[in-house]
């Protein structure tokens, strides 16, 4: 069964922090690189983070740069956002994906499944 499931999101204040998690079924996960994107209202989908395979590549958006790290656990299936110093611009459903290749690619058409997204609201 191919499945991505994203959770931790939530209301936090500006300069805050959360951590976004996402277990995804072994299928798509083992050997693939994993990515986060957002989607703020009227807005188009965004890339914000990507890590390779074994973690060796990684890559952010220039906004979230500093801010935030991606991680993941193998052994587990689970891939993590770890978001500090949130703005109300971070406002956004975020969704896990899953590629079909070991890079940390930064393109979402790279990525062949998705979540179903978590919604993070920053307030200022």
């Known amino acids: 069964q ?3 499931v994203e959770s931790g999101g939530g209301l936090v204040q500006a ?9 995804a079924s072994k299928r798509i996960f083992s050997n693939n690189g994993m ?11 965004e890339f914000v983070a990507a890590i390779s395979w074994r973690g060796e590549n990684i890559n ?10 991606i991680s993941r656990d193998n052994a587990k ?4 956002l770890q978001m500090n110093s949130l703005i109300p611009e971070d406002t ?8 079909l290749k070991s890079a940390a690619s930064v393109v979402a058409s790279q990525y062949r499944y998705w979540g ?3 919604q993070v609201t920053v307030s200022s």
């Not at 957002?38 to 188009?44: D, L, S, T």
């Not at 952010?60 to 790290?69: E, I, N």
């Not at 299936?77 to 993590?80: A, G, P, W």
């Open 2 to 4: 191919v499945q991505l």
């Open 15 to 23: 300069g805050g922090s959360l951590r976004l998690s996402c277990a």
């Open 35 to 45: 990515g986060w994107f957002r989607q703020a209202p009227g807005k188009e989908r």
């Open 60 to 69: 952010y958006a220039d906004a979230v740069k500093g801010r935030f790290t």
């Open 77 to 80: 299936n689970l891939v993590f």
């Open 92 to 99: 956004a459903l975020y969704y896990c994906a899953a590629a």
């Open 116 to 118: 179903q997204g978590t």
